[in-house]
């Protein structure tokens, strides 16, 4: 089996929507998101087990994104005053409690 000279010159491009249930308790303000929903046009998938765990992975991510992350951006130079990880928050189990 030839592994990727087959397809050489050949680009695949793949498409998600994610959607979230989000709640803000009115006194604490503290934010929940109890349920989180992905659809996905992946074409041929070889590995489902990999595919899910790709899927869920990339939704854990994006959960990180929208709520740990600050981006600060310089006005009067109009950069990006964080522009590396070293601030990055990443989910972890306690953030997330379930995934089906």
């Avoid at 992946?42 to 087990?49: A, D, M």
Wanted: glycine share 8%; net charge neutral.
């Amino acid at each position: 089996m030839l592994r990727g000279q087959s397809r050489e010159g050949v680009r695949a491009y793949t498409f998600g929507a994610q959607f979230v249930e989000v709640r803000i308790h009115r006194l604490t303000c503290e934010i929940r998101v109890p349920r989180m929903v992905g659809a996905f046009a992946s074409g041929t998938i070889v590995n489902s087990l990999t595919a899910h765990s790709q899927y869920i992975g990339g939704m854990i991510w994006g959960l990180g994104a929208a709520l740990e992350e600050k981006t600060e951006i310089d006005l009067a130079h109009a950069r990006y005053v964080n522009d590396n990880i070293a601030e990055y928050h990443v989910p972890v189990n306690a953030d997330v409690s379930r995934v089906t």
